[in-house]
Each structure stands twice: as structure tokens, then as C-alpha cells.
């Protein structure tokens, strides 16, 4: 019965079975690898071209300068960068204390009925897309104001920026163990204090890691500020004017026929882009310090 | 290496806490507030992008005039032009089209219509050819609703002895957004070819297998991409980027360029009396004489005739600049069209009925 | 502070609905079912767009999944531990990078590549196909579906590495004990298992790419039009509004991009909802 089943094993025919599942085996897996580097390849090619074609771009005057009349060659994005930071700031003022308050709420009150709920709308809000948001700023602010605004801009921003905050909160705070909660209690201290000055004080950091990364996101949103803030060819000077922003100048000059203004949106697009990555890579070093490391 | 990392990390994590991103965005809001201070009333305008080349050069000449008057304006097309201007979110509309009845009806005061200066659309493709091309109007108007397909069509050649004509498909190029080149070049087809009548407007519904590009920017871009490529485009967008366009037939049977000369031979001296009667909204396309290039148009500035002391202040006083010799000799440098002497004092008379109110 | 999140929600939906009503009354079912959008003619429907946006999205779909799910397997299974963390920053950066600089870099290298490569390849090899004729753009659904493709592999690639993960070692251990070879054990013990959360995985990418403006407006040609060939210029619900929203000038115009606006919220909750559900139940039976 064993020599039998030996022999069965020892047969040629099922030697070059295992063959080839050996050999289908390694084509897989030499696939798989290739597709994982088919996976990164765009990303070198957009790094690539945006600093090969930006970096020669970037000049003094590119930002210091406004833009110069179209189609003559010359000016810069000055008042696009500023116009940028003053929304993304603002709406950061807004969206931020906001994001993290429901964050708190969702994490510490798990087990009520009406967080779930708000965790549920917060998912949609999420999947809304940033054009609609768009539409809902203009119809908000711009209508009633009867004009573009800088406001109209933050608003939309705001409103894409505060729900990937609350995640982030949530689930930082999630990690937090209950242990660290019930010796807040135990020190008479009321409930939400300790959400407020136990939790998420303790958990500071990854909670600044997910802010910043939604600012970086929101850094480069166009569309919804196509017809919120409209565009500008000065300096911004106030909120209820229309604003200048990077993301929709880009786009105004990359659609553009003129030669200098690709060379002005490669510019701008290597300045976005450097900014972004670098956020992104700062806030991986405080995450992985955050949380000990255990979570990529 | 590791542990290096890490502990860099870890001072890096202290330096950038909260405190110090809250902190900077409040210094931000400072800054904005700060800046506020120096805040002029902004006049705000958006419409055509056919003279948003001299209209950017205006405003920038302008200011450099008189440094408290900021101008900002967008060039999003005839159509957002009047749009905004009816909702009230800006202060100026600018077109290359009349407003309608229709959009006439949903204003409560008075619109102006200004014209500022005569430009020409062409027809510019993307070949390498020996000679510029010729075109007459039936050929472009079988182009632009997808009859003729081919370059070397047996009506594009004959117009073209001695030019040879490449096999190649021609890509039509159009606008996706509401545009007043659009409308003077739609206008223009319903003239020459039947099958356009009552076609044109704004936004015309183009053939299926056309591109659609936003602005004339947007249209240049394409056809500056496209090898077979045809559109039509405001001529400034077409020189600034070296594009070649069509020299086209007119109706005296002429081939002919859309120079200077040729786009201001559109408003002979006699016709200056019925533009003002009609209230400056006439179309000059396709008009009769041996120069004209037939695709010429006037655009307008929009105002309304009742405006806010201030900024009505400051924008009359803009108009009148555009009127001057000086202003319209910049124009000419940028292939429009100056407006005939004749005309522009009726306009300057016209202005005059602008009332501003106190606040 | 959580009702703020539930009226925000409630007041973007109402607003979309109330103010798309005119043109719901105006074409009835025509306007979600027809298939002319002619500004010119104040005749608007939503299809061409709803068509533009599904196809490009699907595209985009059927170029990621295999990447990111090789990606996926890569990083869980076969990945050396050192070049983990590296390797899933840069597919994360991926994700990173702003919509408008993929626009424009989709304008100026990819649609040229397109255009002088990648369409006149296919119609040669495959010319009894109605899916790659016509001019050579280098703009339109092939092209917007490749950019799309590049910004949907992070969100796959993530959510299947998570789904992975969370697959107990027993399974791959016990394939392994039977004599299974690598590829044998990632089928069953890996795949196997882990092929809802990949369906969910490929839906919540779906979402993302439905929703997506900046990027496909620059490179699909902008013209509502229901074409075979997969490089036609076309336009989607995100991208028609965006053209169009701040130059319509009639009022029907506006209500009916507001259409489009509600039909794309309603398309891109729907599908988010149906990826959240199906991972939700994914993470119970594995939890």
C-alpha cells in the first residue's frame, strides 16, 4: 500500500505536474512584481516631467510678480500663491476645531445611537464630489453676496476639508486604550474632559498628522474653486472679492495656447507638487513616531 | 541609521505640534486682515475671451495711470459675460455678441452696450503647407458641420492651385463654452451656407466627431496640438501663437487676410450713423467691399447705466481712456481693429447718459 | 457638533433638488434618459454625460484592478520587510498628487503619447473593431481613463492590502502543508478569501473616479456625445459642470447642470454606499 502510493508519487507524469505548477508558480510571481512596478512607474513619470519642465520655469519673478497681461510673456503666480494660503488657511481655522470635535465625538461615544449616525453622514460627506461641494458654496455664498468672494472659495474648501479630519480623529483616538479613560474617571474628572484633555491631548501628534494631510489634499482642490473664487489678476486684499488661487491658475494656463504660460503652469505645478510631497513625507515621520511604529 | 532616523524623527514631531500649525494660520488671518487696509474697491468684469488680450493690456496700462483703479477681469466667455452681469456678480460684462431680447427682458436697469474695439476670427489649421490656404465660405461652413472630412477634398483643392493638400483627416475644433467667436462665426456661416440658417447663437450644436475646447485659449491649444487640426479662433490668439490661418474668399470674391486694414474696411464711414441708431449692436459680418475681411466683429463692453458713484467713477473714466488714440493704437498693435474716429465720438456722446448714484 | 455634519449633509442634498426641479419639469424623464445637451436649442439631458462618466470610469477600472491587486499581493505576501513601508509611500503619493497636475501633465505627455502611439498601435492590431476608430485627438475616454486609472490605484491598492492582512496565516500555512506552491497559495488562501474585500476595494475606486474633475476635463475632449470609439472626445458629469457652470446663461441651463450635479451626488453616494456595506461586512466576519 506504500511502495504502491511511492510509486504513484514517483510517476513522470506527475513529476511534470509539479513542473509546471513550479513553473506557473514563479511566471505568477515575477508577474505580480511587475505590476507593483507598473504600479509606482506614473508617479516617477509625473515627478519627472513636472520637475523637468517646472524647475528651469522658476524664477524670481515667478514669485513675486503678477501676472502679466495674456499672451504676453512674463509675469508670475504671486498672487495665486498668496491667494492659496489665505483659503486654505482660513478654511483650516474653520474646518479643523470642527473636524476634531466630531472626531472626539465619534471615538468616545461609541456606544450611542446617534454618532453612529453622524459616522454614517460623515462617509457620505466624504464620497460627495468636490465639484458638488462647489456648486453648494456658490449657491451659499455667491448668490447672496452677487459676487465671487474669497468666502465663497473657504467655504467649499472647508466643508471638503473637515471630513477626512473627523476619520483621522476617529481613529486615532480608537487606538487610545480604555484603560487610559477609566483612570481619568477614576480621578472624579467629568467625561468629556477626559476625551478632551485625556485622549486627545495624549494623542496629539497623530491628530496633527491627519489635519495637516487634509490641508496638503485641500491645497490642490480646483474645481470647487472654479466659480467660488473665481480668479483674480491682483493681489487678494479681501475676503468678499473674487481670489486668486495656485490650483485654478494652473489650470487657466495649461489650457492656455501661450507657450509662456505652459512654462508658468509647469512652474506652478512643481511648486504644488513639492509642497505636497513634502508635507506628506513629514507627516509619515510623525505618524510612525505617533503610534510606535506598528502601523504603516 | 535607524535609530538615527528615528530620534530626528521624534524632535522633528516635537517641533511641529499643533500649537505651531495653529499659530501660523492665525498669523496668516493677520496678514490678510493687515492687507485689507490697503484695499481699493476692485472693479470686477468677465466676459469674452476675443479681447481678452487687449482688455489685459488695457487694464494693466491703466493702472499704471492711475494706481488707485484696479481692473480685474476673466475671460470666460460672452455668454458667463451677460450671465453675470444679469445676477449682478460683477460690474462690467464683456461679449463679441449682443445681448438677446430674452437676456434683455431679465435686467431691471438699462444695459450699455460699448464697443471697444473690431477684431477678425480666422480659420487657422494645423498643416505645414506651401502657401497659406484659401478658403471660401460654403467650403468652411461643409468643414464645420462634418461634410468634408478630408484635407484633400476635391473643393479644398480646387481654391488651392499649386498647394499640395495632405491625405489627412481634418479634426474640427470648436468651443464648449457660450462664446461670442462662436456666435460672429456662426452668424457668419448662416450667411454664406443654407444649411446654417437659424443655426447660429452662442453655442452652436456642432457635429459629432468635433473637439470642444474652453475659450479661445483653449481652442489655439488644440489646434496648436492636433496635426489636421481646423478652428476658428480670434486672430491675436492666432499670431501670438504662430498658427496659420485661411486667407478667406469675401463676397466680392476676393481672398483675403485678416489684417488691420482689412477688418477696419467692415465699417466704411457711411455705416457709423445706423451703428449708432441700432444703439452701438451691429453686426458688421460679411459686409460688402473689395478689402473686407468678412469675419470681422465689433465686441462691447456691458455697463449698466445706473452704477455706484465709485466704482461708476472709476470705470467712465476707463471708457473714456479706450476711446483715445492712444489706447486704440495699442490695439493696433495687437492686430484689432481701431474703432473709426467717427464712431468713437458718438460713443464718448453716448456715455455721457451714465448716471451714478450717491450711496 | 454632530448635527452640523447630518444638516450640512441634508442642506446639499435639498439645494441640489429644489434648484434642479425646472429642469426635471421641463424634460420630465427625457432629462435623465435623453441623449442631447444643446445649449443653443435649451435642450439638456444628463445621459451623454452619465455615459461619458461611466466609461471612463469603467476604463479606468479595468487598468487598475490588476495593478493594484498585484500591488496588494506584492506588498503582503512577497514584499521583503525592508522595502514595505517605502513601497506602499510611493503608491500612496500617488494619491497625493493634485488632480489639476495630473490635468496637466495628461495634456502635454500623456494625450501626445496617445495620439502618436498608443491609438494607431491599436487600430492596426485590431482594425474590425469599432472601439479604437477615428481621428487621433489623443484627447477623450481612452486618455481620461488611463489618467484615472493612475489616481483610483492607491485607493484599491490600500483597502485590498488591508483586506489581506486581516486574513488569518492558518489559511496560507494550511495551503501551504498540502504541498501548494506560492502562486497556489496566494489563489487560495489569499484571493480566495479576500475577493469580496477586493470587490469593495474595486467599487470604492469606482466612486473616487466618478467624482473626479480637473484631471479628465483637461484630457476627454469636452463633447457630450454617446460614440463606440473608445478615443472619442466625450464629457462626464463632473467635467460638464465644470466647463459650463460659471458661463451658462439661461436660467433652464443652470437648473440642468444642478441636475447633473444631483444625478452625480446620488451615482457617487450610491456606490460608496455599496463598497462601505460590503467592507463593513468584510471587516465583521474577519474581526
Not at chain 1, 89 to 114: C, M, N, Q, T
Not at chain 2, 62 to 87: H, V
Not at chain 2, 199 to 222: C, D, E, P, Q
Not at chain 3, 112 to 130: E, S
Request: with cysteine.
Amino acid at each position: 500500500m506504500a511502495s504502491a502510493k511511492k510509486d504513484y508519487l514517483n510517476s513522470a507524469s506527475i513529476q511534470r505536474m509539479a513542473k509546471i505548477r513550479k513553473i506557473k508558480s514563479v511566471f505568477m510571481t515575477f508577474l505580480i512584481g511587475v505590476l507593483t512596478g507598473v504600479a509606482v512607474l506614473p508617479l516617477f513619470l509625473v515627478f519627472i516631467f513636472v520637475i523637468r519642465n517646472g524647475l528651469p520655469a522658476m524664477n524670481i519673478e515667478f514669485f513675486t510678480s503678477l501676472p502679466a497681461p495674456v499672451g504676453q510673456p512674463g509675469g508670475g503666480m504671486a498672487n495665486a500663491l498668496v491667494g492659496s494660503l489665505i483659503m486654505v488657511a482660513i478654511a483650516g481655522l474653520i474646518a479643523v476645531p470642527v473636524g476634531v470635535l466630531v472626531g472626539v465625538l465619534l471615538s468616545e461615544y461609541r456606544e450611542d445611537k446617534f454618532p453612529s449616525v453622524v459616522r454614517f453622514v460623515v462617509d457620505l460627506l466624504i464620497s460627495v464630489p468636490s465639484i458638488v461641494i462647489g456648486l453648494f458654496a456658490y449657491a451659499l455664498v455667491v448668490v447672496p453676496m452677487k459676487s465671487f468672494s474669497g468666502w465663497a472659495g473657504i467655504s467649499a474648501l472647508s466643508i471638503i476639508m473637515f471630513p477626512p479630519i473627523v476619520k483621522a480623529t476617529e481613529e486615532v483616538l480608537r487606538l487610545v486604550p480604555n484603560s487610559v479613560r477609566e483612570a481619568g474617571l477614576a480621578l472624579g474628572l467629568s467625561r468629556w474632559r477626559v476625551s478632551i484633555y485625556v485622549v486627545l491631548k495624549g494623542s496629539r501628534s497623530a491628530v496633527t498628522t491627519g489635519v495637516i494631510l487634509a490641508l496638503a489634499r485641500v491645497a490642490g482642490e480646483t474645481a470647487p474653486l472654479l466659480f467660488t473664487a473665481f480668479g483674480n489678476r491682483f493681489w487678494p486684499t479681501s475676503l468678499s472679492q473674487p481670489m486668486p488661487s495656485l490650483p485654478v491658475q494652473i489650470y487657466t494656463y495649461a489650457i492656455s495656447p501661450f507657450s509662456d504660460w505652459h512654462r508658468q503652469a509647469w512652474a506652478g505645478a512643481f511648486l504644488l507638487l513639492m509642497v505636497v510631497f513634502i508635507i506628506n513625507v513629514l507627516a509619515r515621520v510623525l505618524l510612525t513616531r505617533g503610534s510606535g511604529g506598528s502601523r504603516t | 541609521m535607524n535609530k538615527l532616523f528615528a530620534s530626528a524623527s521624534k524632535n522633528l514631531g516635537q517641533i511641529i505640534d499643533w500649537h505651531l500649525v495653529l499659530s501660523s494660520l492665525i498669523a496668516l488671518l493677520a496678514f490678510v486682515i493687515g492687507a485689507r487696509a490697503l484695499a481699493a474697491p476692485m472693479i470686477n468684469g468677465a466676459g469674452a475671451t476675443f479681447p481678452e488680450p487687449i482688455y489685459t493690456k488695457w487694464f494693466s496700462e491703466f493702472q499704471k495711470k492711475n494706481p488707485t483703479i484696479a481692473i480685474n477681469y476673466q475671460g470666460i466667455g460672452s455668454g458667463g459675460g451677460i450671465r453675470q452681469l444679469i445676477a449682478g456678480t460683477v460690474d462690467f460684462g464683456a461679449s463679441d455678441a449682443p445681448m438677446t431680447d430674452a437676456e434683455t427682458a431679465k435686467v431691471s436697469k438699462k444695459v450699455l452696450h460699448i464697443p471697444t474695439v473690431m477684431g477678425a476670427v480666422v480659420v487657422s489649421y494645423n498643416l505645414k503647407l506651401s502657401a497659406p490656404l484659401k478658403l471660401s465660405g460654403p467650403v468652411i461652413a461643409e468643414m464645420f458641420n462634418g461634410t468634408i472630412t478630408k484635407w484633400n477634398d476635391a473643393k479644398v483643392v480646387a481654391l488651392n492651385p499649386g498647394v499640395a493638400l495632405p491625405d489627412k483627416q481634418v479634426i474640427v475644433a470648436t468651443r464648449s463654452d457660450g462664446s461670442g467667436t462662436t456666435a460672429i462665426f456662426s452668424e457668419y456661416l448662416a450667411q454664406v451656407s443654407p444649411a446654417w440658417a437659424g443655426k447660429a447663437g452662442k453655442t452652436v450644436n456642432w457635429f459629432r466627431g468635433s473637439v470642444g475646447a474652453k475659450g479661445n485659449a483653449g481652442v489655439a491649444g488644440l489646434i496648436q496640438q492636433s496635426e489636421g487640426a481646423v478652428g476658428y479662433i480670434e486672430s491675436v490668439y492666432a499670431l501670438q501663437n504662430k498658427l496659420p490661418f485661411a486667407h478667406v474668399q469675401n463676397k466680392k470674391g476676393k481672398f483675403v487676410a485678416p489684417d488691420v486694414a482689412n477688418i477696419s474696411a467692415s465699417i466704411p464711414a457711411k455705416a457709423v450713423g445706423d451703428i449708432e441708431k441700432q444703439d452701438f449692436k451691429s453686426s458688421i459680418v460679411n459686409a460688402d467691399g473689395d478689402a473686407v475681411y468678412p469675419i470681422s466683429a465689433l465686441t462691447w463692453l456691458l455697463v449698466n447705466e445706473e452704477m455706484p458713484k465709485e466704482k461708476g467713477e472709476q470705470l467712465v473714466q476707463f471708457l473714456n481712456w479706450t476711446m483715445s488714440d492712444e489706447a486704440q493704437k495699442m490695439a493696433t498693435d495687437m492686430n484689432y481693429a481701431p474703432l473709426p474716429k467717427e464712431l468713437r465720438t458718438k460713443v464718448l456722446a453716448r456715455m455721457k447718459s451714465i448716471k451714478l448714484q450717491l450711496q | 457638533m454632530g448635527i452640523v455634519v447630518i444638516v450640512l449633509f441634508i442642506l446639499i442634498f435639498m439645494f441640489l433638488l429644489t434648484n434642479s426641479r425646472p429642469a426635471f419639469e421641463a424634460f420630465g424623464r427625457g432629462f435623465v434618459f435623453g441623449r442631447e445637451w444643446i445649449p443653443s436649442e435649451e435642450v439638456f439631458s444628463v445621459l451623454a454625460f452619465a455615459f461619458g462618466t461611466i466609461v471612463s470610469s469603467l476604463l479606468a477600472l479595468m487598468f487598475a484592478l490588476p495593478i493594484s491587486v498585484g500591488s496588494a499581493i506584492f506588498l503582503t505576501e512577497l514584499c521583503p520587510s525592508f522595502l514595505r513601508r517605502p513601497l506602499r509611500f510611493l503608491i500612496e503619493m500617488l494619491a497625493a498628487i493634485p488632480s489639476v497636475v495630473y490635468g496637466l501633465w495628461g495634456i502635454f505627455v500623456l494625450a501626445p503619447f496617445v495620439r502618436a502611439t498608443i491609438q494607431p498601435g491599436l487600430a492596426a492590431a485590431f482594425p474590425y473593431f469599432g472601439l479604437f476608430e477615428g481621428p487621433p485627438y489623443g484627447v477623450g475616454l481612452f486618455t481620461a481613463g488611463l489618467i484615472l486609472a493612475i489616481m483610483i490605484i492607491p485607493t484599491i491598492t490600500s483597502i485590498s492590502t488591508e483586506v489581506f492582512d486581516s486574513i488569518p496565516n492558518l489559511y496560507r500555512e494550511g495551503a501551504k502543508a498540502l504541498g501548494a506552491t506560492e502562486w497556489e497559495t496566494i489563489k487560495t488562501a489569499v484571493l480566495g478569501p479576500g475577493m469580496s474585500g477586493v470587490v469593495a476595494a474595486s467599487i470604492l475606486g469606482l466612486g473616487r473616479a466618478v467624482g473626479e474633475t480637473m484631471a479628465v476635463t483637461m484630457v476627454i475632449g469636452n463633447r457630450a456625445d454617446i460614440s463606440p470609439s473608445l478615443f472619442s472626445p466625450s464629457a462626464t458629469m463632473a467635467s460638464v459642470i465644470a466647463n459650463e457652470y460659471a458661463e451658462a446663461n439661461s436660467d433652464l441651463h443652470i437648473s440642468s447642470l444642478l441636475g447633473v450635479g444631483l444625478c452625480l451626488l446620488i451615482l457617487s453616494v450610491a456606490i460608496n454606499s455599496i463598497s462601505r456595506i460590503i467592507i463593513w461586512r468584510v471587516r465583521r466576519k474577519t474581526i
